[in-house]
T-cell receptor, first 113, second 114 residues
Framework: GAVVSQHPSRVICKSGTSVKIECRSL??????MFWYRQFPKQSLMLMAT?????????EQGVEKDKFLINHASLTLSTLTVTSAHPEDSSFYIC?????????FGPGTRLLVL | SQQGEEDPQALSIQEGENATMNCSYK?????LQWYRQNSGRGLVHLIL?????REKHSGRLRVTLDTSKKSSSLLITASRAADTASYFC??????????????FGQGTILTVHP
């Protein structure tokens, strides 16, 4: 498998501030990572595909200027929620793809006040 | 957009009983995967079934795949209270631009009463 960590596990911020979430692949060099968002009692929605050394690929309807993704190394991808608003409050989960299987981080719960 | 639907949305059973969850999808797939999520946590990979496979077992889990009906089922036998969680199916579609890009179903909330 693969071990994936996320930091922080939960964050509370004021509206208008930016929040950075880190996703680390601890035992596997990942050229591709995925970022998902999950609202309460709902399923996971893919936000973007993070590609090491190149620009992320965003899903339709996801604002790339609002959700900045940086995949600077084979073990780290970051998601920055810029100018966060209460509607951005959600559970953000990253995953690493290894062969046919995806391995998920524990998630980051973001609450924007 | 979501690939498909799962039913039931919620399932409540007693310990020792079997739990069956179903998943339908819309496009051609390379494989279908089942994941479990405990409340407020990340997802745990349970089992993967490829498009050319019809049935797969792993411990108390049994997964079937019917590509003609675009559906899959997950059976958990002899359920335990610790099986209480949300279960999601996810498909890796043919022709996707990113290898490993998954589309998730809506999920089934399973509650197993001791």
């Amino acid at each position: 498998g693969a071990v994936v960590s996320q930091h922080p596990s939960r964050v509370i911020c004021k509206s208008g501030t930016s929040v950075k979430i880190e996703c680390r692949s601890l035992d596997f060099q990942a050229t591709t990572m995925f970022w998902y968002r999950q609202f309460p009692k709902q399923s996971l929605m893919l936000m973007a595909t993070s590609n090491e050394g190149s620009k992320a690929t965003y899903e339709q309807g996801v604002e790339k200027d609002k959700f900045l993704i940086n995949h600077a190394s084979l073990t780290l991808s970051t998601l920055t929620v810029t100018s966060a608003h209460p509607e951005d409050s959600s559970f953000y989960i990253c995953s690493v793809s290894r062969a046919e299987t995806q391995y998920f981080g524990p998630g980051t719960r973001l609450l924007v006040l | 957009s979501q690939q498909g639907e799962e039913d039931p949305q919620a399932l409540s059973i007693q310990e020792g009983e079997n739990a069956t969850m179903n998943c339908s999808y819309k496009t051609s797939i390379n494989n279908l995967q089942w994941y479990r999520q405990n409340s407020g946590r990340g997802l745990v990979h349970l089992i993967l079934i490829r498009s050319n496979e019809r049935e797969k077992h792993s411990g108390r889990l049994r997964v079937t795949l019917d590509t003609s009906k675009k559906s899959s089922s997950l059976l958990i036998t002899a359920s335990r209270a610790a099986d209480t969680a949300s279960y999601f199916c996810a498909t890796d579609s043919v022709g996707g631009t990113s290898y490993g890009k998954l589309t998730f179903g809506q999920g089934t909330i399973l509650t197993v009463h001791p």
